[in-house]
Nanobody, 126 residues
């Protein structure tokens, strides 16, 4: 399975962006999906995730209320809608998929994701 993330760019504080992650070689409906990010000089951190069913979503506290994850299985795509962007949201954003059975307790653990896409850079200027 391959993942392709897109949609990053340079925006100003308060702007919005929508990232997309498309899978090939496997239907996105088969997988739990997550978004992570890595800022320069920092470790990769969890952003948001959605269970395979799409009915349950998870968010990191620092994006809750501003970011929204969704999936469109017919297009094998998962989205990350980012509103109210802040300079501290500047990072490379990665999408990943997981097949772990214990996802409800492991969704924020990057080691539980077996496939990763190349990241897309989001830069938020002040």
């Amino acid at each position: 399975v391959q993942l392709q993330a897109s949609g990053g760019g340079l925006v100003q504080t308060g702007d919005s962006l929508r990232l997309s992650c498309t899978t090939s070689g496997g239907a996105v409906s088969n997988y739990h999906m997550g978004w992570f990010r890595q800022a320069p000089g920092k470790e990769r951190e969890f952003v948001a995730a959605t269970r395979r069913s799409g009915e349950v979503t998870y968010y990191a506290d620092y994006v809750k209320g501003r970011f929204s994850i969704s999936r469109l299985n017919a297009r094998n795509t998962v989205y990350l809608q980012m509103n109210g962007l802040k300079p501290e949201d500047t990072a490379v954003y990665y999408c990943a998929l997981s097949t772990t059975a214990s996802y409800s307790s492991m969704y924020s653990n990057a080691e539980r994701y077996g496939y990763w896409g190349k990241g897309t850079l989001v830069t938020v200027s002040s």
